[in-house]
């Protein structure tokens, strides 16, 4: 017999392997005889409100298991941020009206730092508005910023995006430096905190490999050092490669390149580090530049995604519906590293009071002396997250993704007038 529902969302910027976590969550859902259907919500949170739930009873389990290598988000994300409650009851007393319309009892929301935010307001709905609900968060986001658990799925396999076309790039760069190219610049994401610029670093296995210059949002921008040090390079070896990160600022902690929108949480929207470092290289020094902003095909590559970061996403998948069904609330399933070499990890239940609105920075050990590196401490964290195989299939030289038929759950209440309303 079953005791009620079990609602699933995405949210945030998504990842290669938050689709893992999905299929990982809705096959073992299916598997508890205490959930009756497994739903999942349009854009999110959003979807809730806009009593928008996809039910996921008619999809074939094949098709849930082809999430493991499908990237985006299958069910579609958002960047919403729900009002305090003591301000604006309304989008909780409608959220409640929807989930009990739907006789759901527990929410798994995935996402990062800002949707481990919403997960903490709807957890406190049960006390608050009187209605059993289970709300587990569960981790994802290719910028690593979550505290607490020890990495986050969807980063190791950015890194590896990051650190093989850092590797392979710069080795066109230095096939074409004699009478072309002498810089490359190559943007990372990761808003605020270094982490996807740092994984660039695994690039270089030897001293003197590229890059050569890793730009972290951590470290001030210093014109001068920097200039002084692509100089050097390109002196000594005739090229060099950097790596700059999007959330880079000057002293003033301005960011060097800021696309003019915020979205609903005030982060900047950034990108466009890379071109304006570049052009700066190029008018001070002369050098022939290019550049690239991976943007998001950092964050879908799943063709090179990590094996490592493919089991992590899925574990916490299955970890979130065992917590949820054992009624942990406001928690969420993070990762915990038992031993680096040989890498071994488990995942643990850690409190949302800890991980909500929080921003994991680089710390100081994992920043080179002169700040344009990495350091050996950096490398043994970040080399077991990028390593193992996550195989794709492959037809007709693409590759292979889930196809879902996305059915929506009849309405049963009217639809929703307000802040977010369709
Ligand atoms: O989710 C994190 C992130 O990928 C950041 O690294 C990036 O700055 C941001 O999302 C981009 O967000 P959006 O897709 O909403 O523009």
Redesign the pocket.
């Known amino acids: 017999m079953s005791s009620g529902n079990l609602l699933y969302a995405q949210s ?4 290669a392997v938050i689709n893992a976590t999905a299929g990982a969550i809705i096959e073992a859902a299916r598997k508890r005889r205490q959930v009756g259907t497994v739903l999942a919500a349009r854009n999110g949170i959003l979807g809730a409100l806009r009593e928008e739930l996809y039910d996921l009873k008619g999809e074939d389990l094949r098709q849930i298991r082809a999430l493991a290598h499908t990237p985006g988000g299958a069910f579609g994300s958002c ?1 919403w941020k729900l009002p305090d409650i003591a301000k604006d009851r309304a989008p909780y007393e409608r959220l409640i009206e929807v989930l009990r319309a739907h006789d759901i009892r527990w929410f798994l929301y995935n996402g ?1 730092g800002d949707s481990a935010d919403t997960a903490l307001k709807l957890s406190r709905i049960g006390a608050e508005l009187d209605y059993p609900l289970v709300c587990v968060a569960v981790p994802k ?3 690593n910023d979550l505290p607490v658990t020890d990495c986050s799925p969807g980063f190791g396999s950015a890194a590896r995006y990051t650190a093989v076309s850092v590797l392979e790039a710069s080795l066109d760069v230095a096939s074409m430096a004699e009478t072309s190219t002498k810089v490359f610049v190559y943007e990372a ?3 605020h905190a270094g982490w ?1 610029a740092a994984s660039a670093g695994l690039a270089a296995r030897r001293p003197g490999d590229a890059p050569h210059v890793i730009l972290l949002p951590e470290v001030p921008f210093d014109q001068a050092r920097f200039l002084d040090r692509v100089k050097a390079t390109v002196e000594k070896i005739g090229w060099c490669t950097v790596v700059v990160s ?2 880079v600022r000057d002293a003033d902690g301005r960011f060097l390149a800021e696309a003019g929108k915020r ?1 609903a949480f005030g ?1 900047a ?3 466009g580090a890379a071109p304006t470092v570049a052009r700066l290289v190029t008018d001070k020094l002369g050098y022939k530049h290019h550049w690239a902003v991976p943007d ?1 095909l950092q ?1 879908s590559a799943r063709h090179i995604a990590s094996g490592t970061d493919l089991a992590h996403a899925q574990a916490v998948g299955k970890a979130a519906v065992e917590y949820a069904l054992a009624g942990q609330n406001a928690v969420m399933p993070a990762i915990k590293r038992q031993s680096a070499a040989p890498y071994r990890w488990e995942i643990r239940p850690a409190p949302l009071e800890r991980i909500a609105n929080q921003e994991k920075m680089l710390p100081k050990s994992f920043i080179s002396k002169d700040g344009f590196g990495i350091t050996a401490a950096a490398r043994r964290y970040l080399a077991p997250l990028i390593q193992g195989e996550a195989k794709t299939p492959w037809r007709d030289g693409l590759p292979v993704v889930a196809e879902l038929k996305l059915a929506l759950a009849a309405r049963k209440l009217p639809p929703w007038q307000g802040d977010g309303g369709a």
């Not at 945030?12 to 990842?15: D, H, I, R």
């Open positions: 945030g910027g998504v990842t960047r990062g986001t290719i910028d994401m990761g808003r996807l999007e959330g979205d982060h929207q950034l990108g998001y964050r």
